[in-house]
Structure formats: C-alpha cells, structure tokens
C-alpha cells in the first residue's frame, strides 16, 4: 500500500506560476506516476505522466507550459506550473500505478483567478 500525500496548491494570477509536490510513504521506482486534474462539473482527465525511465507525456492542454518530474530516491514528484490560466483552476491528484496497482492523494486546489 502507498500512500500519495499533495501539496502546493494555491490561489494564483493568471499567468503566474505554482509547484505541486507529491510525497509517496513507500519507494515509487516501480511507478508510473502522473498528475490528474478534475474541475467542478467535470470528469478527471490527465495533465501528466512520468514513467520510471522519466520518459514523460504531456496533455495538450498544458504542453510548454507543464513540467513533471520524479526523484525516485526522494519518493516524490513534481509539478511545475507555470503561464497557468483560469481554465487550469481544479483538484489535482497525484496518481501512481503499476500493472496491479492504482493509488490516489487526496487532490489539491488550484485556483487560477485575477
């Protein structure tokens, strides 16, 4: 069981910038880890990917403007956010998985607004 703890979440400008961080209890080496977002009368959807080789995959949403990262011996990942625009205001949840397993944080806020 890992458990995927998130933090960084915010109120910010439009075109400013934010770093969610996702701080795992056990190693996520094995991983696949991502970030999800979910807005309110919407289905979550994918922001990013990151798998254990940090080969990475990007929605096109938030392409040149996102950036994941992982630091396996650190147990977390990263998201840099950055030109971030009304329309990336949600819940983001930090997700790993594996073929067997699927884990999920409790989601933080952003909220993009002047």
């Known amino acids: 069981q890992v458990q995927l703890v998130e933090s960084g979440g915010g109120l910010v400008q439009p075109g400013g910038s934010l770093r969610l961080s996702c701080t795992a209890s056990?190693?996520?080496?094995?991983?696949?880890m991502g970030w999800y977002r979910q807005a309110p009368g919407k289905q979550r959807e994918l922001v990013a990917v990151?798998?254990?080789?940090?080969?990475?995959n990007y929605a096109d949403s938030v392409k040149g403007r996102f950036t994941i990262s992982r630091d396996n011996a650190k147990n977390t990942n990263d998201l840099q956010m950055n030109s971030l625009k009304p329309e990336d205001t949600a819940v983001y949840y930090c997700?790993?998985?594996?073929?067997?397993?699927?884990?999920w944080g409790q989601g933080t806020q952003v909220t993009v607004s002047s």
């Open positions: 056990g190693s996520i080496f094995a991983y696949i």
């Open positions: 990151i798998d254990s080789s940090s080969r990475t």
């Open positions: 997700n790993a998985r594996s073929l067997f397993q699927n884990y």
